[in-house]
Structures are given as structure tokens and as C-alpha cells.
T-cell receptor
Framework: DTEVTQTPKHLVMGMTNKKSLKCEQHMGHRAMYWYKQKAKKPPELMFVYSYEKLSINESVPSRFSPECPNSSLLNLHLHALQPEDSALYLC?????????????FGPGTRLTVT | AQRVTQPEKLLSVFKGAPVELKCNYSYSGSPELFWYVQYSRQRLQLLLRHISRESIKGFTADLNKGETSFHLKKPFAQEEDSAMYYCALGGNKLTFGTGTQLKVEL
């Protein structure tokens, strides 16, 4: 299996809701990433997990809370989001978190905050 | 700080014409550079990386350290090449350029 999968594909949530995005890979990769992508813009890095430990947090607001339960799974817990958080959220994985490895991207979750 | 610059937001060429997507970078160390492509309604995927020095779908890119550039080239554009292309620099994290939308017209 050489794909990164993400669920759900689409999510609409109110500003008081709590929801979670899920990401899974079975390539044996030890680094996983969350990106946020606005329309016609490049992905912006949010978080990096390396060997199931959070290694980079790009000053993301606390209403986004990542979790890595095991080496294959990555979650992003959402709470009290704002309309400007509406975007495509991409998960990616790579063999390790050093700069030489290709990142494999999931199809993304399209999030709309109302 | 590492930075990637793609000066063209949109590049429109005719089918069969040569294509060059420009990318310049700023990085103090030894750079690891990639081109990622996003076709319409498809996931972001790696097109090529400088370390492998291979040609993918007819595209090539050469790292020029003197000019700090990693331009993407293809001698004859095809309609299926229409997509968003991102140059990316690997450092302590992957830094993307702003992207160039390539449109190949018939």
C-alpha cells in the first residue's frame, strides 16, 4: 500500500463543534505531517511528527490539536474553529523527517467552518 | 531562513512548445530540491528531485548552485501537462514556492 488516506473527504462544522481529521499510512514511514492549503496557494506546514513525537509546531493556534496514536495514524482534533480556518487540510508522510526524503500526500480533507 | 521563489503565477504555452518553469531558492546549506505537481482534482505528488537526476514525463530540472536555481524544463509541452507546479526546498522542513499554474493550449 503506497497511499496516504484521509477521512473524511469533506467536513462542515460550526464554530462551537469538536471534530477530528484522520490520516493513515501503511508504508512504514516514521514521519507524518499536517499541512493547511488555501485555494491557489502552496501548502503551509502545521505540524511534524517524527517517530510518533511532535517535532515541529509552526505556531499553530491551540484550537488545532494533533495526535499520533501510533506510527501509522495521525489525527488532527479541531475545536472552536474560525471561518478563516476553512481550507484543504493535507496529511503527508515520509521515511523520516530529514530533508532528503520525498513526502507522500493524501487527498486532503476539505473543511468548511460556518 | 530558507525561501523558494517562483516568479510566474501562470504560464501559458501552446502544445508542442518548450516549457520552462522558473525556481530560485535561498538556503545556507546544501539544498535538496524537489518539483511537486498537482493535477486538477488529484493529490499533490512528487514529479522529480534533483538528487535522482532523472527525467519524469519528459521533464528535467538541473540544480545550478551558482545561480541558486532549479528550473523545470520540457522540450515539447503536452495538454496533460496542464497543472499547478510547486518547487520545494527540503531543509528542517519542506518549503514550497508559491506555485506556477501551467496551461497548455491546443
Amino acid at each position: 500500500d503506497t497511499e496516504v488516506t484521509q477521512t473524511p473527504k469533506h467536513l462542515v462544522m460550526g464554530m462551537t463543534n469538536k471534530k477530528s481529521l484522520k490520516c493513515e499510512q501503511h508504508m512504514g514511514h516514521r514521519a507524518m505531517y499536517w499541512y493547511k492549503q488555501k485555494a491557489k496557494k502552496p501548502p503551509e506546514l502545521m505540524f511534524v511528527y517524527s517517530y510518533e513525537k511532535l517535532s515541529i509546531n509552526e505556531s499553530v493556534p491551540s484550537r488545532f490539536s494533533p495526535e499520533c496514536p501510533n506510527s501509522s495514524l495521525l489525527n488532527l482534533h479541531l475545536h472552536a474553529l474560525q471561518p478563516e480556518d476553512s481550507a484543504l487540510y493535507l496529511c503527508a508522510s515520509s521515511q523520516a523527517s530529514t530533508e532528503i526524503y520525498e513526502q507522500y500526500f493524501g487527498p486532503g480533507t476539505r473543511l468548511t467552518v460556518t | 531562513a530558507q525561501r523558494v521563489t517562483q516568479p510566474e503565477k501562470l504560464l501559458s504555452v501552446f502544445k508542442g512548445a518548450p516549457v520552462e518553469l522558473k525556481c530560485n531558492y535561498s538556503y545556507s546549506g546544501s539544498p535538496e530540491l524537489f518539483w511537486y505537481v498537482q493535477y486538477s482534482r488529484q493529490r499533490l505528488q512528487l514529479l522529480l528531485r534533483h538528487i535522482s537526476r532523472e527525467s519524469i514525463k519528459g521533464f528535467t530540472a538541473d540544480l545550478n548552485k551558482g545561480e541558486t536555481s532549479f528550473h523545470l524544463k520540457k522540450p515539447f509541452a503536452q495538454e496533460e501537462d496542464s497543472a499547478m507546479y510547486y518547487c520545494a526546498l527540503g531543509g528542517n522542513k519542506l518549503t514550497f514556492g508559491t506555485g506556477t499554474q501551467l496551461k497548455v493550449e491546443l
